[in-house]
């Protein structure tokens, strides 16, 4: 049972790696021209929290695959489809805000996410109530996340499109 855990607990970092790639250039020339409110976290921080975030959010997807049987069973179609579902939703954010510098876009994307991490706690309590409590900071960190990206789309309006 140890790759499974150790499969599941690591693969939401693939996504953070890749993203980490984007989001290393950026930090340095894109993010600095925009407005930001004075409460964001460092830049340091996002590394740190995303660690420990992926981290658990892994190993409770862990939680609820043993607790369910695996993938095959018919009742693991909604949790983990869920659960997938988020985190595709999260790999998207970094490509879409930080990559092609689309702060609406990454503004639709973090609430849906913010959304669906909710409806994957709720789908996951009765299953398993450690799983749904290793989600909590996560999703406690996206509202914080949607809050700044939300206030990055306020204070940085999109460009008016050149008029030939």
């Given at each position: 049972m140890w790759a499974p855990m150790l499969g599941l607990t690591a693969l939401p970092h693939l996504g953070g790696i890749c993203g980490a790639f984007i989001t290393r250039k950026e930090v340095k020339t894109w993010y600095p021209t925009l407005k930001k409110p004075s409460w964001?976290?460092?830049?340091?921080?996002?590394?740190?929290?995303?660690t420990g975030l992926y981290t658990g959010m892994g190993y409770a997807s862990y939680l609820v695959w043993k607790e369910l049987g695996g993938f095959k069973q018919e009742e693991a179609l909604v949790p983990l489809g869920l659960y997938g579902l988020q985190l595709a939703l999260n790999w998207a954010w970094t490509p879409i805000f930080f990559g092609a510098h689309k702060i609406t876009a990454g503004l639709v994307d973090i609430v849906l996410l913010t959304g669906t991490?909710?409806?994957?706690?709720?789908?996951?309590?009765?299953?398993?109530?450690?799983?749904?409590?290793?989600?909590?900071?996560?999703?406690?960190?996206?509202?914080?996340?949607?809050?700044?990206?939300?206030?990055?789309?306020?204070?940085?309006?999109?460009?008016?499109?050149?008029?030939?």
């Open positions: 964001r976290p460092p830049n340091g921080a996002f590394g740190v929290v995303w991490v909710g409806a994957t706690m709720v789908s996951w309590y009765p299953i398993s109530r450690p799983a749904t409590l290793l989600m909590t900071p996560y999703l406690l960190w996206l509202c914080l996340a949607t809050c700044l990206n939300y206030c990055i789309w306020r204070d940085n309006p999109d460009p008016e499109p050149k008029r030939e």
